[in-house]
T-cell receptor
C-alpha cells in the first residue's frame, strides 16, 4: 500500500519553532491532515490542507504543501511544553485516512 | 457536540476470551471507521462503514475479528478468541457525508486493550 513517512522524533526548546516533516506517495490525495495525540488520548485534528493550496496558516500553525515533491510540513511557532505530543500526518485514501507512524515532539524548558 | 464515544476505555482480558468494543459515532455522520494503533505498525484501518454498510474490511486481521453496525448510532468490534498480539489501542472514528468541508475524520478517545 501507499506509505506516509515521518521522522520519529523531534526535540525543541520552549519558545523555538518546531517543524515536522512528512512525505506521502498518493498523488491523488485531495486533502492532507495533521493530527495530534497526547499521552493516553485519542487523535485530535489540528488542521488540514486542500491539495490545490501551498500554504495554510492557523494561529501558531503553518502548513506547507509541496505537491510536486509530495512533501508536507507543519510548523509550530513559539512552541510550548503543552505542545509535547505525537503528531501524525495523514493523506486521504479513498474514504479513509492513511497515517504516518507519527513524530514524537518533546519540548524542553 | 459529544464527539465519538467509545467503551470500554480500558480492558484487560485473558487470552481466549471474547472482547467487544463499542462505538457511538457523531450524530449525522455517515461514515464510521475502526482503526488499531500499535507501536510496531502505527495506525491501521481495520474496517469502515458507510450508512451502516461495511464497505472495506480488507484491514481486518483474521476471522477472529468481526465488526457490525446495526444502526446509525452504534457499532461493535468483536475479537473472539482474543490473543496477546491483539493488545493495542482501538480507535473508532466517524466522518460526515462526502462533500463536507475537509471531509475530516473525528476520532474517539480509544479503547486500550490488553490481552494477557
Amino acid at each position: 500500500g501507499e506509505d506516509v513517512e515521518q521522522s520519529l522524533f523531534l526535540s525543541v526548546r520552549e519558545g523555538d519553532s518546531s517543524v515536522i516533516n512528512c512525505t506521502y506517495t498518493d498523488s491523488s490525495s485531495t486533502y492532507l491532515y495533521w493530527y495530534k495525540q497526547e499521552p493516553g488520548a485519542g487523535l485530535q485534528l489540528l488542521t488540514y490542507i486542500f491539495s490545490n493550496m501551498d500554504m495554510k496558516q492557523d494561529q501558531r500553525l503553518t502548513v506547507l504543501l509541496n505537491k510536486k515533491d509530495k512533501h508536507l510540513s507543519l510548523r509550530i511557532a513559539d512552541t510550548q511544553t503543552g505542545d509535547s505530543a505525537i503528531y501524525f500526518c495523514a493523506e486521504r485514501s479513498g474514504y479513509a485516512l492513511n497515517f504516518g507512524k507519527g513524530t514524537s515532539l518533546l519540548v524542553t524548558p | 457536540d459529544a464527539g465519538v464515544i467509545q467503551s470500554p476505555r480500558h480492558e484487560v482480558t485473558e487470552m481466549g476470551q471474547e472482547v467487544t468494543l463499542r462505538c457511538k459515532p457523531i450524530s449525522g455522520h455517515d461514515y464510521l471507521f475502526w482503526y488499531r494503533q500499535t507501536m510496531m505498525r502505527g495506525l491501521e484501518l481495520l474496517i469502515y462503514f458507510n450508512n451502516n454498510v461495511p464497505i472495506d474490511d480488507s484491514g481486518m486481521p483474521e476471522d477472529r475479528f468481526s465488526a457490525k453496525m446495526p444502526n446509525a448510532s452504534f457499532s461493535t468490534l468483536k475479537i473472539q478468541p482474543s490473543e496477546p498480539r491483539d493488545s493495542a489501542v482501538y480507535f473508532c472514528a466517524s466522518r460526515p457525508r462526502q462533500g463536507a468541508p475537509g471531509n475530516t475524520i473525528y476520532f474517539g478517545e480509544g479503547s486500550w486493550l490488553t490481552v494477557v
